[in-house]
């Protein structure tokens, strides 16, 4: 009995033939993108702007959810609320623009004023302690981003030549570039917050493309090496019979982070929101972007082949 299959197992979708039209939209939708990052920029969340951090301790158990409904009332309409330690405490983080509303005295006065918005019928906040949190930290994690972005490109590249061909290596980066690109596009063009969770789905995003990309390839190296037919062919057939485990895998890790993002929380749903965003993009670009960029760099059955011995061992290939 065969598995469970989304597609028929004969499948012939003829992806090549679509492969101009699915580039200019992939292209289309990275370049709305980058514009979006450079004439709207991104909604920094305190992570990176710096501001007011404070401690607040209370008698009894605490509602979250509603103390962060009760800082919005007062104003503070993008305040982190978090608890800490027995669940009676709570940290409050507050964006640097926070402090205009507060005067000449930022963080005293600042600090007072959360800690009556925050506190409950019967169950008033005590302030354990309050501190500015420096801009030259989000500098700092903003850079560091920065170079773990850079690293994992690096990183990809060594690995992907070493274990395919240069070809493959450049295929996988640019559409995982394309990826990663268009989710961070969506955050600047949405104005939606973007935090240190949101980075690191972003990150993840990567992570998913290029393994969703080495499951295609893998395929497109084998069936190289057994198949006389034409490179668009390959690239076909190779697609079609991955078609089922990318929609399926894609789907059930989509149902994963969706789960995050109804439950998780607000601190969470940023994270959520970046990852299935991802999954989607990342889905559709190893089947439209990465093998139509093989096919643009002319990739073909002696790309994999040994050097030292090509003409030997392509002679004994059926």
Known sequence: MKPFNVFPYDSNIDFMRLRMISLAVAALIMFVGIGAMFSKGFNFA???TGGVGIELAYDKPVDVDNVRKRLEAAGYESAQVQTFGTGKELLVR???DSKKIAGDDPTASIAESVRVAASEPGNPAKKLRSAEISPQVGRELAENGLYAVLFVVIGFLAYISFRFEWKFAVAAIVTTLHDVLVVAGWFALSGHEFDLTVLAGVLSVMGYSINDTIVVFDRVRENFRGMRVSPGEV???SINQTLSRTVITSFVAFLTVFALYLYGGGSLRGM???????IIIGTLSSIFVACPLLLWLGVNKQDLM???RDE???ARRP
């Open 306 to 308: 040994p050097k030292a």
């Open 312 to 314: 030997a061992a392509l």
């Open 272 to 278: 959520a929101e970046s990852q299935m965003l991802g």
């Open 235 to 237: 690239l076909n057939k």
């Open 94 to 96: 507050l964006r640097d």
């Open 46 to 48: 305190l992570d990176f």
